[in-house]
């Protein structure tokens, strides 16, 4: 029993700092951008209005695949150390977390294909094209660093860099990090690598036919999204943290990198970037595994 | 332990003579096969049973003498294969009683093969099963079916060659040897190594080359895409699960222990060059396996090169020659027997249903055949290895063992193959079953019991699996220690690898999802109520395609569904293929062919090369 | 519209709800007209609607507001009624410069329509031919009070009078039968016309 | 024993008499094979083996002799049934040439079996193409002409060559007994010995069907009626075997050393072997007419047979013998098939033979598994001689090992044209319904059962196949010792 309160306290959480950072992201990009911008909560009202609305599905499947995408993310996030706390104590395995958070993909793309809109189809079948481009050069500098600790799991990665910021990974390997980021910014599917979405051409892909509460529970699938890369990230580079505001502060300064990329790059082309990601950031990241190697 | 190779062999005959009675010879089918799940669950843990038939054939100086044996990794693929073929046998009742073959007979033969395989004591036995099974499948394949020829043809050849190559190589072995029996010749092989370098190779690659023909690895990997698409659907589930692992049991009993016994110099300080070429090979099929099933239109194509980088994924996991790596590649073997019978036995329902296997021509399956659907989407999840379901564990162990090697690029390359059969995985889901259903299929049913209940069956297998991998784990553990390796028993739920702080509880993992599940659906159900509209109500940027005569099925994106991240490979491709090379072979010798007929027709000619063969043959004679 | 206020007492959960709604509007701007030019510089940084969470969607399913932006001819007619049908509830309908009242400089062609509102419940109607950024937002504005009081209703006017507004699509819409396309698609079309309500 | 002498001078008196008989021939004919089988058989159950007969009284090694050895007496057998089941395919009835060219026939492949005399061997042989030439050309048609008029051509070019070889032969040797020119084979220089080999081997390959001797089979083979093509295949292939395994590994081979070691003509008999293989295979492929498939494939098969000779290795050898069964019975079952089958296609073209075999299984079944033991499949004769050969050819120097590659690669090819007539046999088709004679249908199936049955307990027939290695093996003790006592 407390451990379903500890769960279902963590997803709150998650759900909360993710949405946050929703509504903190767009008011930097308005910043950039010369505006006033929303407030910071905005995304809340976002949500708030979504799932008043009455909304509209085609099948059962829609339903069946926005709960499996939600659930894939929470149970994937439940895996993630924060600030070395877990809702259930166990091995933060980093192959698992992998591995979970595809359940999340397939729940979204399934509910998105089910819809039967063509444009929801190109957008996931863009989007999986994408995941292959960006999982790659993501798991090279994720290798380097297990082979380095000698270790798959997250927390004993992130406790490996205990004692100061000279200890992280992040400076410790620094071209790793700047692989990771830049493949970060394909798994949060930002600028320039959103080509999934793209409302001007595929009218937002996958979400085309999503409305009411069904776009509710895909904001929360990516503020929770938001949360787990984000903590990967922050547990990886950033040594983990010693509580948990100063976790939601380094995973926001990793946002913010994101946020910062996003605000000014226009869009590649999908199989642009799929090239881009299987040069640069993999090329990076294999200098960095070599180096580590040997 | 004779009796279950003789229950299949009499069965064949007697449904032989009984070929016209479709159900009773299904039914004998159904029987049979009961018999030999139960005789296997009844040999487990008897390790010490042999059965020897001495003959006077001599060769090499000695009598030969054929023997079985109920060796523990020769049980553990026997037995989970006889589960699945169990169900596949259920499945076939129902599949069966419109078709218009009847490969129960030859099917019951090849199951005969399969155990004398698992069970064969001695590489002569061995053998005498193996090549029984290629020719076998090749009638159960074309099954009379004209156009399914090209394909089976293509496999026979390389079946045979693949025959060929392992006759050499047992010929040898027993001649440098100078025994047949399987164990005793690997250790007598570790020991030729220091002896005869050349020879030691030339065994071991001709070895390697039959079990990787048979198996589909990477220079072999064409023949599953063509034979699946042409037959029969309840036979093919049968083969792409159970079947195509044939290759992989004597490289795990036999060429597994033999390089892994080797002092060979380390290259990067991760592993020999045998190693390495194994996994390369594994890598390389993985890879272009994945690559190849992204780019198919017809399903079964599609999860026959799935099947095909599966194998690269188990040869990767001997390739790091670690026991969690073995260990996951055994698991690997029965995971991928339950997963690939499931996703086959949902194919052949919508094959059944529908008669179709052009992914672009289905869609919107899914609110006729929610069982068949629900089948196929475990499968799928299991496919690509996500957790609860049972593909994952397997895969996890051989990351773990290759990351722990320190071998970089086969687990990228592996990384890169089970992100891809997301890809081709996904675009299988919603071609088939999702998107708007085709005008011509409204009338489409569910498949009867006898077929829906195979297919559950599956998924509650694939659970099982999944979250208690102890029901495969411990019987492995068992097998493995009767062989000699020293593993830890592990626990019902429980996965580990060498790594530090390294172990998974797929139990712990289950609840979590479990629990994501509940917080989802409670988030779910604290929306606003929705509402459910037509399939075909979509935003058409508002234009109406009924209106311009444009059937809903016309919206489902399937065809080309990867096209631009194709077009990056097309040069490749259009450059570089073994199908090609290996057809070429086959065009050119029947090209040669209606030369040598010519040859033989005409009488001018044939005097002419007669007087030269003369002439030749005794100046041969002087000057050799 | 006076007819439309709500009557009943209104909960805290309604106010809440039609606070959030209030706060984020999303919209769809249906670019039929000149009035499309003026909603770029109000989203960018001069005017920045977004401030008042107002963000422009892609499709029906997730937009709140529909603009409509300038004459609508019957062959777009046609695609706003589809889309304005496709958007689920609450909808509101915001209708640009003088076009879309009486026709404005089209007024007498044989192919444009004079009053949208007899096709479609019209929420707000924005003048000015054609309105200014400041007069879009003036209108959004006024919007976000009408479904704080809980007046925009129209999509409520239109299910209750679904056959005015009907009989007005089709008085017109006949004209517009595709030439293209199967002899059947005429007899599809009305089975299946049905089926679009919402 | 005197009495072995009948098996020669009766089908030759009956050759004689059958001009005369018109109708009876049939009878006739039976009634002398079964009197030659059943005389064998006596022979075989008898015990006295071995025996010479000295024809006329005058002993070896200066008159003619007749040998029965454990070889000759089984080579005896395979001839004389052979005959009986050619007979039953011949439903019609049939000129008296026909059976006047049988009847020598039957005379001249028993009398090259039994006969202890270089000369007498080829006079047999000439007798032997003569009664084939007027058998083939038989149907008297453009094609039956032509393919017998190229046999002939050849065969008479090869008898040249073996007549000059027996001559050289008596002019080193001064003898023309087996016995006596195996006892002094030794005193020959390597020279002479080599070119008496080639010049009687090349007239041998013509009978073995090895390339590039072998152009005449397939014309043959095609222009034939199927009681022919089982004589070709049955009687004379199974003779020339035999003439090649005792001029070969008996005759000249010194000191009872086996060929390859004696003389470099080993390896050029390899070479050819496998040439013949390879190109009768890959010849095979392609062919829709399943007679001229079988022709091919039958060329092939010898092609194996005499690479497992070639190779000096007993083992090898016994694989050898092993494929000359398997092959034996095999083709016997195809041919009956193929003739049964074309009957009711009203064609030669396997393409369409579709259907027939779900409407006769029994046939079809027979031939697959004829087709599998050819491949050299487990569980069917021919695998074990395919062991044997491969096994032991691999012990060998480059060559031989070539050779098993080969051999090997073709026998896919093998697979793949053979395995296509069954799937084709089984596919769906139109067929109409066409009575056969019963025997016709259960032959294919007993001789099927044999293959099986050998295949599957290899040691019904490994003793015997033993008991002849040994008398190669011990040649002068087993062989010369019988013809010669005074040595």
């Known amino acids: 029993m407390i451990a379903a309160i500890r769960v279902f306290g963590y997803s709150l959480f998650a759900i909360f700092i993710g949405l946050l950072f929703m509504g903190i992201g767009r008011k930097i990009i308005a910043r950039i951008q010369l505006r006033l911008g929303p407030p910071f909560y905005q995304a809340f009202l976002d949500v708030g209005k979504l799932f008043a609305r009455k909304s509209i599905t085609h099948n059962f499947v829609m339903d069946l695949g926005m709960i499996m995408s939600l659930a894939g993310l929470l149970s994937t996030m439940l895996f993630v150390p924060v600030a070395g706390h877990m809702a259930i104590k166990t091995s933060s395995n980093l192959i698992l977390i992998i591995y979970l958070m595809a359940i999340g993909h397939l729940g979204m793309a399934m509910a998105a294909a089910a819809s039967g809109n063509p444009n929801a189809t190109i957008g996931v079948s863009r989007a999986l094209t994408m995941m292959l481009g960006y999982e790659i050069p993501f798991f090279t500098v994720m290798l380097g660093l297990i082979i380095f600790n000698g270790t798959s799991s997250l927390e004993l990665i992130a406790q490996s860099q205990a004692g100061g910021i000279l200890n992280w990974n992040m400076v410790k390997f620094p071209l790793g990090f700047l692989a990771a980021e830049i493949a970060l910014q394909a798994i949060m599917g930002e600028k320039p690598f959103d080509a999934m979405v793209a409302p001007a051409e595929i009218a937002s892909g996958p979400m085309v036919e999503l409305g009411g509460k069904y776009l509710g529970l895909a904001f929360l699938t990516h503020a929770v999204s938001i949360f787990v890369e984000t903590g990967i990230m922050v547990n990886l580079f950033m040594g983990g943290a010693s509580n948990v505001f100063t976790f939601v502060l380094k995973q926001f300064e990793i946002y913010l990198i994101t946020i910062l990329i996003e605000a000014v790059f226009p869009r590649f082309r999908i199989e642009q970037a799929v090239k881009f990601l299987w040069t640069v950031p993999m090329s990076i990241a294999v200098v960095q595994l070599a180096i580590i190697l040997l | 332990m004779v009796e279950i190779l003789l229950v299949p062999l009499i069965t064949a005959f007697i449904s032989d003579i009984f070929i016209k009675n479709k159900r009773l010879v299904w039914f004998l089918f159904l029987i049979s096969n009961g018999y030999i799940l139960y005789k296997l669950y009844s040999l487990y843990g008897k390790w010490d049973l042999t059965y020897i038939l001495n003959t006077d054939y001599q060769i090499f100086g000695a009598k030969l003498s054929l023997g079985l044996s109920n060796n523990p990794l020769g049980w553990y693929f026997a037995f989970f294969s006889a589960v699945v073929t169990l169900v596949i046998a259920i499945f076939s009742i129902g599949f069966n009683t419109n078709s218009k073959g009847n490969v129960a007979p030859i099917w019951m033969l090849i199951i005969f093969a399969n155990l004398g395989i698992f069970y064969a004591a001695d590489w002569i036995t061995f053998f005498m099963m193996w090549e029984l099974m290629g020719w076998t499948s090749f009638f159960a394949i074309t099954n009379g079916n004209t156009k399914a020829l090209d394909g089976a043809k293509y496999y026979l050849a390389l079946s045979l060659l693949g025959g060929s190559s392992m006759l050499i190589a047992i010929l040898l072995l027993g001649a440098y040897t100078k025994t047949f029996i399987i164990i005793t010749s690997a250790y007598r092989l570790i020991q030729l190594f220091n002896l005869a370098e050349g020879v030691f190779t030339t065994i071991l690659l001709l070895f390697i080359m039959a079990f990787f023909i048979k198996s589909a690895i990477f220079p072999f990997y064409m023949w599953p895409s063509k034979v699946y698409a042409v037959g029969p659907e309840d036979y093919i589930a049968f083969m792409s699960s159970v079947m195509i692992k044939y290759g992989i049991y004597p490289m795990a009993i036999f060429i597994v222990p033999v390089i892994g016994n080797l002092q060979l110099p380390k290259i990067f300080n991760a592993g020999n060059w045998m190693q390495y070429f194994i996994g390369y090979l594994g890598a390389l099929s993985a890879v272009v396996g994945t690559l190849l099933a992204m780019f198919q239109t017809d399903m079964k194509k599609l999860f026959a090169y799935s099947s095909v980088a599966n194998m690269g994924y188990i040869l990767l996991g001997f390739a790091s020659m670690s026991i969690v790596g073995f260990e996951g590649s055994l698991f690997h073997v029965v995971n991928h027997i339950v997963l690939k019978a499931a996703i086959f036995l949902s194919l052949a329902a919508v094959v059944y249903r529908t008669g179709e296997s052009e992914m672009h021509k289905l869609g919107g399956l899914v609110y006729k055949m929610p069982i068949t659907f629900l089948t196929f989407l475990f499968g799928i999840i299991a496919a690509a290895g996500i957790p609860p379901l049972n593909g994952f564990g397997s895969k996890w162990m051989i990351i773990q063992a290759l990351m722990e090697k320190k071998m970089v690029v086969l687990v990228i390359s592996m990384v890169f193959a089970s992100t891809g059969a997301f890809m081709y995985l996904f675009r299988a889901l919603v071609s088939i079953f999702l998107g708007q259903l085709p005008e011509r299929y409204k009338d489409v049913k569910e498949v009867p019991y006898t077929m829906s209940i195979p297919m559950i069956i599956m998924m509650g297998l694939m659970l099982l699996i999944g979250v208690v991998p102890g029901v495969v784990m411990k019987p492995l553990t068992i097998a493995l220690d009767a062989l000699g390796y020293k593993v830890d028993i592990a626990t019902w739920t429980t996965l580990s690898s060498s790594f530090k702080n390294a172990t998974i509880d797929l139990k712990i993992v289950f609840y979590m999802f479990a629990m994501g599940i509940v917080v989802a659906a409670l988030m779910y159900l604290f929306g606003n109520k929705s509402e459910t509209i037509p399939q075909h109500d979509n935003y058409t940027a508002g234009e109406n395609p009924i209106e311009w005569g444009v059937d809903a099925d016309k919206f489902n994106y399937s065809y080309s569904f990867y096209q631009p991240f194709k077009e990056m490979f097309d040069p490749l491709f259009e450059r570089i293929s073994i199908d090609r090379f290996f057809s070429s072979i086959g065009k050119n010798f029947e090209y040669i062919s209606p030369t040598i007929q010519g040859l033989y027709k005409r009488g001018e000619g044939a005097v002419l090369l007669f007087s030269i063969g003369v002439l030749l043959f005794i100046l041969g004679g002087w000057i050799l | 519209m006076e007819d439309l206020k709500a009557n009943d007492k209104r909960s805290y959960i309604d106010n809440l709800i039609d606070f959030f709604r209030k706060r984020s509007i999303w919209m769809l701007h249906y670019c039929t007209g000149c009035g499309a030019v003026e909603l770029p510089p109000s989203m960018t940084s001069r005017w920045d609607i977004e401030r008042f969470g107002i963000v422009p969607m892609a499709t029906p399913r997730q937009a709140d507001v529909l603009l409509v932006t300038g004459y609508v001819s019957l062959k777009t007619l046609k695609r706003i009624i589809k889309i304005y049908e496709q958007m689920p509830e609450p909808k509101w309908v915001l209708a640009f410069g003088s076009c879309t009242v009486n026709g404005g400089i089209y007024w007498d062609s044989y192919n444009t329509i004079t009053n949208l509102a007899e096709y479609i419940p019209v929420d707000i109607t924005v003048s000015g031919c054609m309105p200014r950024p400041e007069a879009v937002i003036d209108a959004l504005q006024t919007l976000m009070e009408m479904i704080q009081s809980g007046e925009g209703g129209a999509y409520k006017k239109y299910k209750e009078n679904y056959e005015y507004y009907k009989k007005n699509q089709d008085r017109v819409l006949r004209k517009t039968a595709p030439i293209l396309g199967s002899s059947e698609t005429e007899s599809i079309y009305q089975e299946k016309e049905g089926n679009y309500e919402t | ?487």
């Not at chain 4, 018109?22 to 015990?47: D, E, P």
């Not at chain 4, 007798?127 to 030439?133: D, P, Q, V």
């Not at chain 4, 089984?426 to 044999?450: E, H, M, W, Y």
């Open chain 4, 1 to 487: 024993m005197n009495s072995i002498v009948f098996l020669v001078v009766i089908p030759i008196i009956a050759a004689f008499l059958s001009l005369f008989l018109g109708k009876v021939n049939k009878l006739i004919a039976y009634i002398v094979t079964i009197f030659n089988l059943s005389f064998s058989i006596v022979v075989l159950v008898s015990g006295k083996i071995p025996f010479n007969v000295a024809i006329g009284g005058w002993r070896a090694p200066y008159g003619i002799n007749f040998v029965v050895s454990d070889i000759t007496i089984f080579f005896l057998l395979l001839i004389n049934v052979a005959a009986v089941l050619s007979l039953t395919t011949i439903k019609e009835h049939m000129e008296y040439q026909f059976y006047a060219f049988y009847f020598i026939l039957l005379a001249a492949t028993n009398g090259m079996v039994l006969t202890g005399d270089i000369f007498n061997f080829y006079l047999f042989t000439e007798l032997t193409t003569f009664a084939i030439g007027g058998l083939v050309a038989y149907k008297r048609d453009r094609l039956a002409t032509g393919a017998s008029l190229k046999y002939l051509i050849l065969s008479s070019t090869a008898s040249t060559f073996s007549l000059a070889a027996i001559g050289l032969i008596y002019k080193t040797l001064g003898t023309l007994n087996f016995a006596d020119i195996a006892s002094k084979i030794s005193n020959l220089n390597k020279a002479s010995l080599s070119l008496i080999l080639i010049l009687f081997i090349s007239s041998m390959l013509v009978e073995l069907k090895i390339f590039p001797f072998n152009i005449w089979v397939v014309k043959a083979y095609d222009a034939s009626i199927p009681a022919v093509n089982l004589f070709l295949h049955g009687m004379v292939s199974t003779a020339g075997v035999y003439g090649a395994i005792r001029i070969l590994l008996m005759v000249f081979s010194k000191n009872s050393i086996m060929l390859s070691q004696s003389s470099n003509i080993a390896n050029i008999l390899i070479l050819l072997a496998f040439i013949t293989v390879i190109i009768s295979e890959i010849g095979a492929l392609t062919e829709k007419n399943l007679i001229k498939v079988l022709a091919f494939s039958s060329m092939a098969q010898l092609g194996i047979f005499l690479f497992g000779i070639s190779l000096g290795n007993y083992e090898a050898l016994k694989g050898a013998f092993y494929i000359v069964i398997s092959n034996y019975f095999a083709k016997f079952v195809m041919f009956i098939v193929a003739k049964n089958y074309s009957v009711i296609a009203g064609s030669r073209n396997y393409e369409d033979m579709k259907g027939l075999g779900r409407k006769y299984p029994g046939l079809a079944i027979a031939f697959t598994i004829s087709a599998l033991s050819l491949m050299g499949m487990p569980f069917f004769a021919g695998f074990w001689g395919k062991l044997s050969i491969v096994g032991n050819a691999l012990l060998m120097d480059k060559i031989a090992i070539i050779g098993v590659i080969i051999i090997l690669i073709s026998s896919v090819i093998e697979g793949v044209y053979y395995l296509r007539i069954s799937h084709t046999f089984f596919s769906d088709g139109n067929i109409q319904d066409t009575k056969l004679s019963r025997i016709n249908c259960v032959l294919p199936i007993i001789l099927a059962a044999v293959i099986l049955i050998i295949g599957i307990y290899p040691n019904s027939i490994e003793n015997i196949i033993w008991t002849m290695i040994n008398e190669i093996q011990n040649t002068p003790e087993k062989y010369i010792q019988v013809i010669l006592p005074l040595k």
